[in-house]
């Protein structure tokens, strides 16, 4: 069992920047970020696969870093140049699969979650 524990999100104006922290109990093959908007369906936003690929969906490549600190057994992200589209509840999540291709943004795909961080992004 992996348990996920999410922290860092907030308020904040458009432009501005966040870093969002998920503590693991222990790190999987695939550690991600996801979020849900109100009435959308939830999204990938960024996964790492054994701590060294990192992946991104297009909307916020060269905006979003994903990182792992393996000693503090936490996974970051690190938002920038936030915009009012990037309002969300944040959910860090887990998977044991190994490899990547094009499920890598199932949802099915990953068995744990955490409870999740608001990040709310005004003008």
Do not use: H
């Amino acid at each position: 069992q992996v348990q996920l524990v999410e922290s860092g999100g907030g308020s904040v104006q458009a432009g501005g920047s966040l870093t969002l922290s998920c503590a693991a109990s222990q790190f999987t093959a695939k550690m991600g970020w996801f979020r849900q908007a109100p009435g959308k369906e939830r999204e990938g936003v960024a996964v790492t696969y054994l701590g060294r690929s990192t992946y991104y969906i297009d909307s916020v490549k060269g905006r979003f870093t994903i990182s792992q600190d393996n000693a503090k057994k936490t996974v970051y992200l690190q938002m920038n140049s936030l915009k009012l589209e990037d309002s969300a509840m944040y959910y860090c999540a887990a998977s044991t699969m190994l490899g990547v291709g094009a499920d890598l943004w199932s949802l099915r795909n990953y068995k744990y979650w955490g409870q999740g961080t608001q990040v709310t992004v005004s003008s």
